[in-house]
């Protein structure tokens, strides 16, 4: 049911670590969290600290100004696009909820079929603002949140006739809808952004 309300959308449009030092007599001893805290303290006298996980980022290089530039726009795309997708995720999930206190399929259609339309009716204002750039942007970040690719997500909704013809205007405008969310390859910069962004930093 995830899926089949992202397509709607899709349609209108490092390293973790803890610090762990001193070594210097009557200074607080510091431990990795992945040790058994529990187990430390029982054969420790001095004060035990945990510190919070820190994600550190590589600084970012660029080749020339061009792709400072091109970096510079996806960041502000990013800010601009992900806090509608996490907004639409904590509906989806929400409606997801709300399904299952239904008790047959007819009164679940009548339901989904009433906050389509509340939903389109709030966002298609917002994504006919979306520029082209930003509306691939928030196409990956649903692919990211869905698990699906954006063309299996218009094909489960609408049929192979509707994703064909999504799938060759997106391809016209650089956007292949078949490709899948590559977090560790050419979607690495937004993973990065996603994990900044959670992180505080965005």
């Known amino acids: 049911m995830k899926i089949k309300f992202i397509a709607l959308f899709l349609i209108f ?22 040790l058994n805290v529990d187990s430390i303290a029982k054969q420790i006298s001095d004060p035990l600290y945990v510190f919070p996980q820190v994600n550190i980022y590589p ?9 400072r ?28 909820d709300s399904l ?7 009164y679940r259609e009548v339901y989904v079929k009433g906050r389509e339309k509340q939903l389109m009716k709030y966002y298609r204002p917002i994504l006919s603002r979306f520029t082209l750039s930003q509306g691939v942007l928030m196409v990956k970040l649903l692919n990211r949140e869905s698990g699906s690719t954006a063309y299996d997500i218009i094909k489960e909704l ?5 994703a064909f013809f999504w799938q ?25 952004l996603v994990m900044r962004y959670h992180d505080g930093y965005l």
């Open 100 to 106: 299952k206190n239904f008790p047959n399929d007819k």
């Open 69 to 96: 530039r091109r970096y510079d726009k996806l960041v502000n795309n990013f800010k601009k696009v992900y806090p509608y997708v996490l907004e639409l995720s904590a509906t989806y999930n929400n409606i997801e």
């Open 59 to 67: 600084q970012k290089a660029f080749k020339n100004a061009r792709e």
């Open 13 to 34: 449009l490092g390293i973790s670590f803890l610090e762990a030092n001193a070594q210097d007599k009557g200074k607080p001893k510091y431990y990795h969290k992945e």
């Open 158 to 162: 609408k049929g192979n006739v509707n």
């Open 168 to 192: 060759t205007f997106a391809v016209l405008f650089g956007n292949n809808l078949k490709r899948e969310y590559d977090a560790a390859g050419k979607d690495y910069d937004i993973e990065i």
